[in-house]
């Protein structure tokens, strides 16, 4: 009887084992892919950018204000028509860092940065990501090396070709 349950043990560990490995596999996406702000569930297009080291999104009227005796940021997202919100929706969020971006014109910008979940290709992260303005950007947001490494492999060639099982908020007319 004990042999009986150290082989039914061993086996459960080699297929736990073998599902872990499974899940932490990368996922082939394309360049350009849907991303999913949570808990709202608004889908935004998003450059996948391996050039860039951090995330980034669209942000309009950033505010600081003081809560919890930390810093913490308030601004709009001018997106979600899709998903029920006609002029965007505000976003709080405590501030973990700030960055110094290299500018066009060879200066730097400050910018904050915040923790956000994102969901791609069914797989939803909390990941940083620095507030810009991106309006005269293509995409509203990208993500950089640290949300990607070690998840996603990207094919350059493709696009929107990652599982749409994301959680996501439509609003039926």
């Given amino acids: 009887s004990s042999a009986k349950q150290k ?3 061993l086996a459960l560990l080699i297929m736990l084992c073998s599902a872990l490995s499974l899940a932490a596999e990368p996922q082939t996406v394309g360049w350009l892919e849907g991303a999913y702000l949570q808990p709202w569930g608004v889908r935004v297009r998003a450059k996948l950018d391996t050039g860039a080291k951090t995330s980034a999104i669209h942000a309009e009227n950033i505010e600081t ?16 028509r899709r998903e029920g919100h ?12 700030e960055i110094r971006i290299k500018g ?4 730097t910008a400050a910018r904050y940065v915040i923790n956000l979940e994102v969901c791609v290709g069914g797989k939803t992260q909390t990941t940083e990501i620095s507030l810009s303005d991106r309006s005269h950007m293509n995409y509203p947001m ?3 090396r640290e949300t990607l490494a ?12 990652a599982d749409r099982s994301c959680p996501r908020k439509l609003v039926r007319r």
């Fill in 104 to 107: 066009d014109t060879g200066g």
């Fill in 86 to 97: 006609p002029n965007g929706f505000t976003i709080e969020r405590p501030v973990v860092r």
């Fill in 142 to 144: 990208i993500l950089g």
């Fill in 7 to 9: 082989v039914l043990v």
């Fill in 150 to 161: 070690g998840r996603f492999i990207i094919d350059a060639q493709q696009s929107f070709m």
């Fill in 65 to 80: 204000f003081e809560r919890d005796a930390g810093m913490w940021v308030r601004f709009l997202f001018p997106y979600g």
